[in-house]
Structure formats: C-alpha cells, structure tokens
Nanobody, 123 residues
Framework: QVQLVESGGGLVQAGGSLRLSCAAS????????MGWFRQAPGKEREFVSA???????YYLDSVKGRFTISRDNAKNSVYLQMNSLKPEDTGIYYC?????????????????WGQGTQVTVSS
C-alpha cells in the first residue's frame, strides 16, 4: 500500500509560480510511475504530467514549457514546479502513483491517489 500526501498549493497571481510536493510511503516508490492530475470546478480530472523510474517525463500540451515534474527517490518524493501560471491552471492538484511501467495519461491506471491540494491563480 502506498500513501501520498501533497503540499504546496495556494493562491497566486497570474504569471507567478508554485511548487507542489508529494511525499510517498512505500519501499517500491523508486520504481513507480508518478503523475500529477488536476480538477477544475465542474470539470473532469485531467492529466498534467508524469515521470517514470528513469526520469522520463510527459506533459499535457498546455503546460509544456511552464511546468516541470521531478522526483527524488531518496526522499520518496515527487515535485511539480509550476511557472507562468494562468487562471486556467486553477484547480485541485492530485498526486498519483501507477506502479512500474511507462508514463501514461490514463487516470484509471493510477492505483494510488493523494487527497489533493488547491491551486488558485487570480487574474
């Protein structure tokens, strides 16, 4: 069983930055694909970014060049650095763990989920 706890959300003006963190329990963390998803009010949860065990990354097109996902296996943690934030980035951001494999955007393939952290970008 893997437990995920997100932190780092908050209120920021458009153009600003936030860094989300996700702390994971579990000895197999280093082999897992880890992802970030977000859910805006009234919308479905969507994929944002993922990183696999070797550091290969994948991004939603609308965040490419602005967001950077990274991981520190020694700390069982994954991060999402978000720069040049836009109001449309507002939502609850969830950390998710898939298990060993390749990066995927498929929400249903992620087994483990955090409770989410709110990100609000004001215009």
């Amino acid at each position: 069983q893997v437990q995920l706890v997100e932190s780092g959300g908050g209120l920021v003006q458009a153009g600003g930055s936030l860094r989300l963190s996700c702390a994971a329990s579990g000895r197999a963390f280093s082999s897992y694909v880890m992802g970030w998803f977000r859910q805006a009010p009234g919308k479905e949860r969507e994929f944002v970014s993922a990183i696999n065990w070797s550091g290969s990354t994948y991004y939603l097109d609308s965040v490419k060049g602005r967001f950077t996902i990274s991981r520190d296996n020694a700390k069982n943690s994954v991060y999402l650095q978000m720069n040049s934030l836009k109001p449309e980035d507002t939502g609850i951001y969830y950390c998710a763990g898939q298990g060993p494999g390749d990066c995927t955007v498929e929400l249903g393939l992620y087994k483990y989920w955090g409770q989410g952290t709110q990100v609000t970008v004001s215009s």
